[in-house]
DNA sequence: CCGTATCCCGTGAGATACTG
DNA sequence: CAGTATCTCACGGGATACGG
């Protein structure tokens, strides 16, 4: 169960699916994770387990319906953990799963990315819209 | 230009974007390329320049729409460029542009984690499934 | 061959209000 | 605190037809 472990599993099962085919599992895994929400969700657990008022904070700008929404996604997906603590008012805690986890580094690459090269994309629009206005 | 040039760029320009925060211009670039087509083209375009129709090929089911609106959005942002040959007919040929090819291996992790973990996902869901039946 | 243009429907997603 | 329930609207995105 442990991340070699997932590894291992990602090489045998590599060839089996194929997310170019229409209507292949994989393609429709591949839609539910190349999500704005899903990646942020996921990064921001990558510290550790946060409670729901918690990820609300950190990712700002996300409503109610879209936080509890991509939750019960990743947690149906096995990749999200939700902890219930009946106490007074209730606590419920989010935690990345080892499936989570495995897949976590990915996510951050591509926050990182969009962090560290959103200048030159930006560069690059002002030189497209440019070129469309002569 | 060259990859590690755009390495340095990313490691300077970290922490002056945070797509944590709403209205951050790094929040709106990880929107777009956490897109389903996007991480399908840039994926298909790594192997090399593909012609437009080569690319409706690989990418089974997308429709023309989605494909010429995603190579108009990945050639405004610079990830992609556009190469028209004025033969009869015509001809264009899409490839990755130095930005496009530093952004291509974290694309080609997401699709290569989805293909190889999709069976883990699977159960992850009959088992939540199973647990909301009963 | 490589698109653009139009129509149209489903759903993604915010706002708001209410509950255990 | 941690949700659920509606309502609403805009837009993503497919189908189809046409143009250079």
């Known amino acids: 169960m442990a991340t070699q ?10 060839v089996a699916y194929d997310a170019y085919l229409a209507g292949c599992p994989a393609r429709e895994l591949l839609d539910t994770i190349s999500d704005k929400w899903v990646s942020l969700i996921l ?17 700002a700008g996300i409503s109610q319906k879209m936080l509890t929404q991509s ?5 149906r997906d ?9 106490s007074v008012p209730v606590r419920v805690d989010y935690a990345l799963t080892d499936l989570g986890q495995d897949l976590q580094p990915v ?4 926050k990182s990315w969009a962090e560290g090269n959103i200048e030159q994309v930006r560069s690059a629009r002002e030189a497209y819209d440019a070129r469309l206005a002569s």
């Open 71 to 75: 939750l019960r996604s990743l947690e």
């Open 78 to 86: 096995g990749l999200v953990s939700r902890t219930v603590t009946p």
């Open 43 to 59: 990064n921001a657990l990558s510290g550790g387990p946060l409670r729901y008022s918690d990820l609300g904070r950190v990712i």
């Open 107 to 110: 996510m951050m690459a591509i």
């Open 5 to 14: 472990t997932a590894a291992q599993r990602r090489d045998e099962a590599r």
